[in-house]
């Protein structure tokens, strides 16, 4: 193959935030093969010292404003671990309603707006609206009812506003969770609609196949989201399983030339967070309909095809409306009502690891005995997955070049990996570095 | 009518407010979808444009050099400006870290010298283009950029609320804050949100930024005074979406 292969995606479209591709290739030598992370910088850790622990999850959920209820809740968990908060089980419940709203929320986006038009060969969703307008209605519809459900339950669903250390500081009344359970309700037909656009789209996601070691955050109760702890599994099915409170040693956190992200590993080279790592690790846990949609779509763990991460966000989407519903009645059952924000009773360290649609948020702070931020670090899931989309790039190109694809279909076989994964970059570039320097 | 052909550009900033987009529901955007064309989109579509555009949208802080290039081609291409959210009408969130010097340093350690991690000062884009309207807010409110819109395709002029949130406030009759024992800053931040902060038993915390002559000494001294938050507390308290107009 005598031939000059050069892709260079300078701030790669339909992801968050800016990611560049770079490959070269000359006469089948392979030169560069580079996924950089050029992001502006944007330091929420140091700006969160010297902070009233009140003010600082409204701080770090700035970070990303598509995980902002995931870093919320990340940061008011850490909070309570550090000053020794005790949630009641209602604050539990909602805190779980809230975040199922979230992954519902994102993956809607994400399946819909950034994945779809490459699997029905259109560049945006906008084209989309003329060609194939019910599935942009809906679509539209869906991303409605995550950002209602988000607000019914965190005030906001961009940075909600009631969910605080301690607790909630405005509670949904019964009226608000039947009206929000009916609306949920009302959306099922499009959630089996969304499945058989999936299902009649998957021929075209791509065959392609990279072990690596995936991590999701696991509980013995449900199909993780926070609490409980941190489970990696390889392909061949071991599982290695790491308390919450010793993540570093299982993120590994170093700098990259490539990015403005801080890259982790673990047991190999890279590692994957995400839906796809939550179902290879958790697939068990999965509510029964969402089981049901995962062998419908082909899915079954372990699956090393990163292309089949939007998958994987379909079957939770499936499993958050069935696991709201369910909450939503146990809320009811046990009579929601006031409660009064519970109270620090000790300062000092804790962490927290909460599943956002992309992968695992670790937030980790200290506080003196006013209630004062003095150190923090916040561990985002694109940074996570960096190092993996790096990876799978070097095992994805000397494919490509053996199967003689040209240029374009390299180009797009390469930004449909790392849209797959659903990189939410803007949020992965301010970490933390492990070691203190003092 | 013509369709309005508009874009959006980001720069520092959580996305959130492009998120907020699009949460209209299937109705108000297909019917928006009558009125615009959304010319480039990086976020969501793969398209750009060389044409004209009417309006752009801009999310994000300025706090690279390299963004002022950026910056102008946007402004030299689109008609008209529009700044939305805190990060770029303010500096936001994104302007504490202007009050530090060792960010980089507590955020990366040593490999803070590596140059692509260079951060400057987190500013408004006003700080390097004219802007011609602002949607203000962490996030900023879509019923407002709705607004914007709805004003530019009529050509009808756009109003923006002087006062401070706390008018909004006790138009909607929550319970004062302060009479619950916690502090606040509607008396001093710019309305046009509605209050929903109060409202939702959280202390309102100006991300709309500061009305026009502001006292913030007498901030202070009402947040010590009646919030009964420390000195220290109080100033730090004074910044938190408002470091730029602070300092
Ligand atoms: S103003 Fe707030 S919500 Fe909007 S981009 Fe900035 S941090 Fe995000
Ligand atoms: S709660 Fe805040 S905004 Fe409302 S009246 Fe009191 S000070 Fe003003
Ligand atoms: S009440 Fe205050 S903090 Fe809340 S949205 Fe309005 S200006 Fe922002």
């Known amino acids: ?438 | 009518m013509a369709q309005l052909r508009i874009a959006f550009f980001d720069f520092a900033s959580c996305e959130g407010c492009q998120i907020e987009f699009t949460n209209y529901g299937d109705v108000a955007t297909l019917q928006l979808l009558e009125h615009v064309e959304i010319v480039e989109f990086r976020e969501a579509m793969t398209e750009t444009t060389d044409g004209r555009i009417d309006v752009a949208f801009v999310e994000g802080s300025f706090t690279r050099e390299a963004d002022r290039a950026r910056l102008q081609e946007i402004r030299a291409r689109a008609r008209t400006v529009v700044a939305y959210g805190a990060c770029a009408c303010t500096g936001g969130i994104n302007a504490l870290k202007n009050h530090q010097d060792d960010f980089a340093e507590y955020v990366y350690g040593d490999a803070a010298r590596m140059p692509h991690l260079r951060s400057g000062t987190a500013r408004p884009i006003s700080a390097a283009i004219k802007v011609d309207y602002e949607v203000r807010g962490c996030p900023m409110s879509k019923d407002e950029l709705l607004l914007v819109l709805s004003n530019l395709i009529h050509g009808t002029e756009h109003w923006v609320p002087t006062y401070p949130v706390c008018v909004e406030c006790k138009r909607r009759e929550t319970i004062c804050r302060y009479d619950e024992g916690d502090h606040c800053m509607g008396q001093v931040a710019r309305a046009g949100c509605g209050a929903p902060c109060p409202a939702d038993g959280v202390p309102c915390e100006a991300c709309r930024g500061f009305v026009e002559d502001a006292n913030l000494n007498a901030l202070e001294r009402v947040l010590v005074d009646r919030g009964g938050l420390s000195q220290r507390r109080a100033v730090g308290k004074s910044r938190m979406f408002t470091a730029n107009p602070r300092s």
């Open chain 1, 1 to 438: 193959m005598s031939q000059r292969i050069t892709i260079d995606v300078n701030h790669l479209t339909r992801v968050e935030g800016h990611g560049n591709i770079v490959v070269n290739v000359t006469d089948g030598v392979i030169e560069r093969c580079e996924w950089q992370i050029p992001e502006a910088p944007r330091f929420f850790e140091a700006m969160v010292r010297g902070r009233h622990y009140s003010e600082v999850a409204r701080i770090t959920s700035r970070i990303c404003g598509i995980c902002s209820i995931g870093h919320t809740l990340a940061s008011v968990i850490a909070t309570e671990a550090a000053l020794g908060i005790e949630a009641t089980p209602q604050t539990r419940r909602l805190r779980t309603l809230l975040k199922h709203a979230e992954n519902f929320d994102s993956h809607v986006l994400h399946v819909y707006v950034l994945v779809a038009p490459d699997l029905l060969g259109a560049p945006s969703v906008f084209p989309l609206v003329q060609t194939h307008p019910d599935v942009v209605a809906r679509a539209l519809r869906l991303k409605r009812l995550g950002h209602e459900w988000g607000s019914a339950i965190g005030g906001r669903s961009t940075h909600p506003t009631t969910a605080v250390p301690g607790g909630f500081t405005r509670v949904p009344r019964v009226r608000d969770l039947e009206a929000l359970r009916d609306k949920i309700l009302a959306a099922v037909p499009d959630l089996e609609a969304t499945v058989d656009t999936i299902a009649a789209l998957a021929p075209a996601i791509p065959a392609f196949e990279r072990p690596t070691e995936y991590m999701a955050v696991s509980s013995h109760d449900e199909y993780g989201l926070f609490g409980g702890f941190v489970q990696t599994i390889l392909a061949d099915g071991d599982r290695a399983s790491y308390e919450v409170a010793d993540y570093r040693s299982c993120t590994n956190e170093y700098v990259s030339p490539l990015s403005t992200a801080k890259y982790t590993r673990n047991r190999l080279g890279s590692y994957a967070a995400g839906a796809l790592a939550r179902f290879n690790v958790n697939a068990d846990m999965l509510h029964p309909e969402a089981k049901r949609v995962a062998e419908r779509l082909g899915l079954a763990p372990v699956c090393v095809n990163p292309y089949m991460n939007p998958v994987a966000q379909v079957v939770e989407i499936v499993h958050s409306v069935h696991e709201g519903l369910r909450l939503i009645d146990e809320l009811l059952a046990a009579g929601i009502g006031d409660e009064l924000l519970a109270e620090p009773t000790s300062c000092g360290t804790g962490a927290a690891a909460v599943e956002v649609p992309r992968g695992i948020l670790f937030h980790e702070y200290t506080f003196d005995a006013e209630g004062i931020c003095t150190e923090a670090d916040c561990i985002i899931p694109t940074g996570q997955n960096h190092g993996n989309i790096q990876l799978d790039f070097e095992a994805l190109l000397p494919q490509l070049l053996a199967q003689d694809k040209s240029e374009d279909e390299m180009r797009l076989a390469f930004e449909m990996l790392v849209r797959a994964y659903d990189p939410c970059i803007s949020c992965s570039t301010h970490h933390l570095d492990v070691t203190f320097v003092r």
